[in-house]
């Protein structure tokens, strides 16, 4: 029995079960096929896969706490997959496909994967020798394949032999999220069933015109991460909504066109992308284009401005109204002409772009949480939003800021999140469970934050050196720094890329070896001079890639680079006196540099 009092449905299976029987005809997913046009299969027709399938792990001997993976991006049959393993009482394991081969092996051996699910042949040539390293690893079924080994074969053995779902309880664990360590491997997640089906209540009821509307949605976000599944998946199923599935991240901007989405769930790249091509193509338009845009954001602004403060002004409304039929209604109509609202997490939304989303009436909102909050644990919604912050508790979760964890005098400090949507623990990891969860249930987040008079949440830092990119992906600095100094011509190096489309890297070169290397090359022997040419530039940045390759993922490569001519030090105030790097002071002294790298 929970200690929280939980809605119904608190599993996932019921959760299913209930929206299935509900929406039985209505669209679910939605594919392109060859000739680029979306076709759509019903719950029906998914319901019927979910059953099959269930029935064929069952035969395969899957029960209680058994553990099923799967490596593929989203498609539909992703959420097959889960909730048959759900209806045997099972453990689901999601990976992703751009994925290190040692790091699947590592998840499906430390898991215990018994079946594994993986999206085409491609993969299963990579994991087909695992078993006889994993012995539990008994099983492996591709997605794309009609062979005997093929996910539909397994489908059909299933229909042959028809086996009932189970009901989980609310504290069974439903999930294992793995989830990129600081150093040495990832930490397994445990998402228990009320993790999820709690996180997804309690967001539906922050937005109440989706109950009211036919909800359409477009899948940007991958269902390996909580955020895609607990905002977009399961609350869509909720709501007998219809998902389609992008064709790939470059065709996300045709995709919406096509699909005319009522509500989005995506990271602020998205969203940034958008305006940066509105911007752009109103600059190359120039003339008359132009000058509406800008009349008509401006008009936009100060509405708002005036609404803030319970005012109006007929002329500015006018503007208003002739710039929203003119120019708001062509972007809202390149956005599909539907779109009621949006929600972004997982990175900071640039509060500027939300302010010009919201004034010509796409509102976005920000939320905040992380995977072992299932993840939502603050959100804003149309009932209650402030822009700048990330929300207020969502329904059931308490915020508490400790502030013992942070200087004296400071406002702010570490978030620390209760309520039903915590995990249970981390898999195998003991220790890092009792660091992570304080004696009363809470968990320490590592972020930095404070709360208003009114509850709303402003992530003001990192406690921990991990941070997000723009897109969402976690990056862990020192990991990256440590091996960066592994790069012939390097000595020192700082990454940065926090809430940034991609990681930089500030590097203090190795001196001799530059000097001598400028020598063989017959070039300037002046280090100021020499960090500022651009072949020297490419030079270490290609050491440094290359250096990084095959032991990181491709978007914690850095991008750009500063070159310093002077070394980080005690005397020049850049390192501690036990010679820890002084981040904040580096970061602030190079900022222009900075910015300037990512215009």
Not at 278 to 283: A, F, T
Request: aromatic share 10%; hydrophobic share 40%.
């Amino acid at each position: 029995m929970s200690k929280f009092s939980l809605d119904k449905p608190d599993n996932l299976v019921d959760w299913w079960a209930e929206s299935v029987t509900r929406f039985a005809d209505r669209k679910l997913f939605g594919n392109k096929n060859k000739n680029g046009v979306y076709e759509w299969v019903t719950y029906k027709e998914i319901g019927k896969r979910i059953d099959n399938l269930r029935s064929g792990l069952v035969q395969l001997g899957i029960g209680k706490e058994d553990v099923v993976g799967i490596i593929a991006n989203n498609r539909m049959e992703w959420p097959v997959a889960a909730f048959a393993t759900w209806g045997c009482l099972a453990r689901f394991v999601p990976m992703y496909e751009a994925e290190l081969v040692q790091v699947w092996k590592y998840i499906i051996a430390d898991s215990g994967i018994k079946v594994l699910f993986v999206s085409q042949p491609e993969i299963y040539e990579k994991v087909k020798d695992f078993p006889k390293e994993i012995p539990t690893l008994k099983h492996i079924f591709v997605i794309d394949s009609d062979a005997e080994n093929s996910m539909a074969a397994l489908e059909k053995k299933g229909s042959a032999k028809p086996v009932a779902p189970k009901s989980p309880h609310a504290e069974d664990v439903a999930e294992l999220i793995y989830t990129s360590g600081t150093t040495g491997n990832p930490k397994g997640v445990l998402l228990m069933h009320m993790n999820f089906t709690s996180n997804a209540h309690a967001g539906l009821k922050l937005y109440p015109e989706l109950l009211e509307n036919d909800v359409v949605t477009l899948t940007i976000l991958p269902w390996a991460h909580t955020f895609g599944q607990s905002a977009e998946l399961f609350a869509i199923i909720r709501l007998g909504g219809a998902m389609g599935l992008i064709e790939s991240t470059k065709t996300i901007v045709n995709d919406i066109v096509q699909v005319r989405p009522t509500f989005l769930v995506a990271v602020p790249t998205v969203f940034n992308r958008i305006y940066d091509g509105l911007r752009n193509k109103m600059d190359q338009t120039g003339g008359l284009a132009k000058a509406l845009f800008v009349m008509g954001v401006e008009a936009a602004k100060k509405k708002r401005e005036l609404a803030e403060k319970d005012q109006s002004d007929f002329i500015n409304d006018l503007k208003f109204k002739f710039a929203d039929k003119i120019v708001f209604k062509k972007i809202k109509e390149r956005m599909g002409g539907r779109l009621i609202g949006a929600m972004t997490g997982s990175a900071a939304m640039n509060i500027e772009i939300s302010k010009f989303f919201f004034d010509i009436g796409i509102p976005i909102y920000d939320c905040y949480g992380l995977t072992e909050t299932s993840p939502g644990a603050t959100m804003n919604g149309s009932l209650a939003y402030r822009l700048g912050s990330v929300g207020r508790a969502i329904d059931k979760v308490k915020i508490v800021i400790d502030n013992s964890v942070v200087e004296k005098g400071a406002s702010d400090g570490e978030i620390i999140i209760y309520g039903p949507n915590v995990m249970k623990g981390y898999h195998n990891r003991p220790e890092d469970t009792k660091a992570a969860i304080t004696p009363d249930g809470g968990f320490r987040t590592g972020d930095r934050g404070r709360l208003d008079e009114d509850g709303y949440l402003y992530i003001t830092g990192r406690i921990k050196e991990q941070y997000k990119l723009e897109n969402g992906k976690f990056c862990f600095p020192v990991s990256l720094e440590e091996n960066i100094c592994l790069a012939s011509f390097v000595q020192q190096a700082l990454v940065y890329g926090a809430g940034r489309p991609y990681n930089i890297c500030i590097i203090v070169p190795d001196f001799d070896v530059l000097l001598h290397y400028a020598k063989e090359k017959g070039l300037p022997t002046d280090v100021k001079t020499l960090v500022e040419r651009q072949d020297i530039m490419d030079m270490i940045g290609g050491a440094v890639t290359n250096q990084l390759k095959g032991k990181f993922g491709g978007y914690e490569i850095p991008k750009k680079f500063i070159i310093l001519p002077e070394p980080f030090s005690l005397d020049n105030g850049t390192l501690t006196q036990t010679m820890k790097l002084k981040r904040k002071v580096v970061l602030e002294r190079l900022n222009d540099k900075i910015e300037a790298l990512y215009q």
